[in-house]
């Protein structure tokens, strides 16, 4: 069983984009109190809006907030990971906490000789979902990390979803392409669905509202089923129905191939960023 939340630890989350919003958004719902979390941004117009829509303690200064804080979760883009992890150094040497980093493509080594003492980190896939503590998170941890940074960090992804720790660091990269990237793939097949839909004689609302309402059942139906996908596909395909032809359709044009390619190639997008941003 998950032992209960520590809630008085403070978490800094260094770039207060669109994932970092999604985690503490998510933590707030789940009650970590507002004061102990911090959220860092370069520019004074985001940390306004960060402020107002969340309540979190926010600031320009990335040295001040891991100050104030145990854990240090990294959220800027892994492009800016380097110099933001450099400039970092010398506070985090004297404060030594728990690091996280979402970033795709940055692996432990160059994490470890950017920040520049030998420190407890893991390096986290989470989903945009974790704003309706809905979401996934794959995990990997270097030696370093206690068993009690461990179970907190646990507890932290769990109030916002589901996790999965790896035992092996490569497989980072294919929760990015399941689950890190996934739901842009959803998000798409929705866009395509309501395009048709209008085409098919609805307004673009009504057309909406009947693929999300779909997606929503499918997926509640899909969670909760004693019997997996394949089946529950047979249930809606009636023999010499529509789903038939629709389903036939899909397949002739190589659905599955496509979204092996889809998968595989954020899989190597990954593996090239790895190799592209590493000293
Ligand atoms: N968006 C997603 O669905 C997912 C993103 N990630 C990872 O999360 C990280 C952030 O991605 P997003 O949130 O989408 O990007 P974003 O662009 O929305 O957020 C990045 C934030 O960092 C801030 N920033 C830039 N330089 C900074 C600095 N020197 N100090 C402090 N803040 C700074 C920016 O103002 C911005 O608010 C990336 O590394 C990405 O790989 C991981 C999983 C899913
Ligand atoms: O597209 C990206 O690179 C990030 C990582 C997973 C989702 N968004």
């Not at 380097?82 to 506070?91: F, Y």
Request: with cysteine.
């Amino acid at each position: 069983m998950t032992p209960p939340l520590d809630r008085s630890q403070s978490i800094a989350f260094i770039g207060a984009g669109n994932m970092a919003c999604s985690i503490f958004g998510g933590l707030i719902e789940d009650g970590w109190p507002k004061n102990k979390i911090w959220a860092t941004a370069r520019s004074e117009a985001t940390l306004e809006k960060v402020k107002n829509q969340y309540g979190v303690q926010v600031s320009p200064d990335n040295h001040q907030a891991v100050r104030q804080s145990e854990i240090v979760v990294l959220c800027v883009k892994p492009q800016m990971m380097k110099a933001v992890l450099q400039d970092l150094a010398p506070t985090l040497k004297e404060t030594k906490p728990l690091l996280i980093s979402v970033a795709a493509g940055i692996n432990l080594d160059s994490l470890q000789t950017w920040a520049g003492s030998r420190l407890p980190i893991v390096r986290c896939m989470p989903n945009t979902p974790a704003l309706l503590r809905c979401g996934v998170s794959g995990l990997f941890a270097n030696e370093q990390v206690s068993a009690e940074q461990k179970a907190i960090t646990d507890a932290i992804f769990k109030a916002v979803g589901m996790t999965l720790w790896v035992d092996n660091e490569n497989l980072i990269d294919s929760v990015i392409a399941v689950s890190g990237s996934g739901p842009a793939y959803y998000f798409l097949f929705m866009e395509a669905m309501t395009e048709v839909g209008t085409r098919l004689g609805f307004d673009r609302k009504t057309a909406e509202q009947l693929t999300l309402q779909t997606a929503l059942g499918a997926a509640k139906m899909a969670v909760g089923s004693d019997v997996d996908a394949r089946e529950l596909r047979r249930q809606v395909t009636s023999p010499g129905g529509t789903t038939e032809q629709a389903i036939r359709a899909f397949q002739a044009g190589g659905l599955e191939q496509l979204v092996e390619q889809a998968m595989q190639a954020a899989v190597d997008r990954a593996a090239e960023m790895t190799r592209q941003l590493a000293d």
